[in-house]
Structure formats: structure tokens, C-alpha cells
Antibody
Framework: QVQLVESGGGVVQPGGSLRLSCAAS????????LHWVRQTPGGGLEWVAM????????YYADSVKGRFTLSRDNSRSTLYVQMDSLKPDDTAVYYC?????????????????WGQGTLVAVSS | DIQMAQSPSSVSASVGDRVTITCRAS??????LAWYQQKPGKPPNLLIY???TLQSGVPSRFSGSGSGTDFTLTISSLQPEDFATYYC?????????FGGGTKVEIK
């Protein structure tokens, strides 16, 4: 069955960095786009970023553009997000999610499998 | 960015009730609309995509409708396992955006 397992969360000071990982199994990893979505302490869902199946296309929310960088290693079935210059507003549970579409040219945006999430807390 | 406005923010209902949740997009999004269910401590779960297509395994008491900017999620006969928070989401363009959520509570 499809599984996504996030790791790398923790407590970090403002201005610090973290690298989250998402290990995938149960599907052909290189055929699907992948997303990060975060859920704030208030409960709202915010889409963070997406990387295409081959890694050539990336999209970011304005709130993280220039600070977060997505990458993926299809040989290891793992997704990463490097988070730099972290701010208190980045505090959230971070989920990785698979895009439902295996179309490499687009039609993305429906998230059919999600990991359990990893907590990132930015505080001094 | 496309804004998604959901209403109501919460609804109290009994088992067997019909429940309707609405979602309004700030611009036309074609058929690029999804609904998710989330239970406490769990990630969201895709229920419906492309306005009205049920994701595999989702019970038929869930249905979606709408067009243009106005969309609806209907639960025809609420079951105990349906008490949860529901979110709409547009997939028309990046950044993807979610509604604020509707919490379905036990009356």
C-alpha cells in the first residue's frame, strides 16, 4: 500500500534551518508529482510547494519562496524540503502528499495520499 | 491567488441528517475543485475531486456539485464516522489554496 513517512521536524530558532524528508513506498515514486502542505496551530491548511515527477518543475507559495527548496531523489524514493531563514510563522505540522495525477505534463493538484506529518516549531 | 471561502465554519447535526457545505472561489476554477475530510490527529483524506468524482473507497453518501465559482459537498445521511472537519481546495492554478474548513459536530 502507498506509504509516505515524514521526518526531520523539530524545534529551531528563528533564522535557523531544517531539512525535512519524506520516504515513500508502495508506488512508482518517479511517476508522481509530490507536494508539501502545512497545517498551522490554528488548524488551517496551507499548500507550501510542489515538485514534478522528474524534478524539473517546482512551484512554491509566496510565503516560502526564496527560503524553501524542494528536491527529490527518485532512486531513493525520497522527497526533501530544505527550509532556511525560518520564521515563527513557519510553525506547523508539515505533510508530504502525493499528487493523484501521473501525467508528467501537468493536470496536478489533487492530493490522494498523505503522510502523518512532522512538527516544525520555530521559537526562541 | 484564488481565495476559497467555505461556509458554515461549523455545523451541528445528528446521525441520519443531510448536511450541506458550500465553497465559493474568488474566480472561476472550471472543474478543479476537491474536498477533503480530516479527523483529529490525522492527515486530510481526499473525498472528491473534479467537483463530483468520488475517490476510490469513499461511500456514496458523499456527493459534490457546482460550477463556476460555487460548489457544494453533501452528505446524504450523516454517519457516526463522518464527524470531522471538511476542506475544499482549488487545483485550478498555483498556489493551491484551501477553504477555512467546516467542522461537523454531533448535535
Amino acid at each position: 500500500q502507498v506509504q509516505l513517512v515524514e521526518s526531520g521536524g523539530g524545534v529551531v530558532q528563528p533564522g535557523g534551518s531544517l531539512r525535512l524528508s519524506c520516504a515513500a513506498s508502495g508506488f512508482t515514486f518517479g511517476s508522481y508529482a509530490l507536494h508539501w502542505v502545512r497545517q498551522t496551530p490554528g488548524g488551517g491548511l496551507e499548500w507550501v510547494a510542489m515538485i514534478s515527477n522528474g524534478g524539473s518543475r517546482r512551484y512554491y507559495a509566496d510565503s516560502v519562496k526564496g527560503r524553501f527548496t524542494l528536491s527529490r531523489d527518485n532512486s531513493r524514493s525520497t522527497l526533501y524540503v530544505q527550509m532556511d531563514s525560518l520564521k515563527p510563522d513557519d510553525t506547523a505540522v508539515y505533510y508530504c502528499a502525493r499528487d493523484r495525477s501521473s501525467n508528467p505534463t501537468g493536470g496536478w493538484g489533487y492530493l490522494d495520499y498523505w503522510g502523518q506529518g512532522t512538527l516544525v516549531a520555530v521559537s526562541s | 491567488d484564488i481565495q476559497m471561502a467555505q461556509s458554515p465554519s461549523s455545523v451541528s447535526a445528528s446521525v441520519g441528517d443531510r448536511v450541506t457545505i458550500t465553497c465559493r472561489a474568488s474566480q472561476r476554477i472550471g472543474s478543479w475543485l476537491a474536498w477533503y475530510q480530516q479527523k483529529p490527529g490525522k492527515p486530510p483524506n481526499l473525498l472528491i475531486y473534479a467537483i463530483s468524482t468520488l475517490q476510490s473507497g469513499v461511500p456514496s453518501r458523499f456527493s459534490g456539485s457546482g460550477s463556476g465559482t460555487d460548489f457544494t459537498l453533501t452528505i446524504s445521511s450523516l454517519q457516526p464516522e463522518d464527524f470531522a472537519t471538511y476542506y475544499c481546495q482549488q487545483a485550478h492554478s498555483f498556489p493551491l489554496t484551501f477553504g477555512g474548513g467546516t467542522k461537523v459536530e454531533i448535535k
